[in-house]
């Protein structure tokens, strides 16, 4: 009686997944479509997509040591603020440094700078309903995780993403706010 020699599979799954995950970030570069959608919530409760699509994403790094810091940052961006390809998220560091009975007050408080961060683009001629710029209170890092900062930082960090929520560009350190607009103009 003859044996028949071993069968060899047509499709092994291991070999097939690694070429599904291949073909599919292969597609995800080619479409512009991002791999992983980044989000928060903001000071409001309402659902923040840190990378969005449809306009260029400058999400900014801060916690309450760095507010001066990150309030030159914010003024410098004035002039960017009014466009409606161009948006400002920022992600404040608040983990392990506010008890959850605390929490409620420090959102009030962050409106409140928000209503005058508001008050002032209206001065200045920036529409405040064209200018997207959520500020995202991280009390438990999930969202600061997601960007890759997973450390408490003693300087501004920026993270830029594209039309399509894929991050083009990333600055650690930021204290010359010269350098960041010339980065946000390279950009734009």
């Not at 903001?42 to 507010?67: F, I, R, S």
């Not at 390809?85 to 392990?96: E, K």
């Amino acid at each position: 009686m003859a044996t028949l020699p071993p069968r060899t599979p047509l499709f092994r799954p291991r070999a097939g997944l690694l070429l599904l995950t291949v073909l599919s970030l292969g597609l995800a570069r080619a479409t512009g479509v991002s791999q992983v959608s980044i989000s928060g919530q903001d000071v409001n409760g309402h659902a923040v997509a840190v990378n969005g699509k449809g306009h260029y994403t400058l999400v900014m790094y801060t916690n309450p040591d760095l507010e001066d810091a990150s309030r030159k940052m914010t003024l410098a961006l004035d002039p960017y603020r009014s466009r409606s390809d161009f948006a400002l998220v920022r992600v404040v560091d608040l983990r392990g440094d506010v008890p959850p009975e605390m929490r409620s007050i420090v959102r009030v408080e962050i409106r409140k700078e928000q209503a005058k961060e508001s008050a002032r683009l209206k001065k200045a001629g920036v529409s405040a309903s064209g200018s997207v710029s959520p500020i995202i209170p991280d009390f438990s890092g999930s969202t600061l995780n997601a960007l890759g900062w997973d450390s408490v930082y003693d300087q501004v960090h920026l993270v830029v993403y594209d039309t399509h929520g894929n991050e083009i560009k990333r600055l650690e350190s930021v204290t010359d706010t010269k350098q960041m607009t010339r980065m946000v103009d390279s950009i734009l």
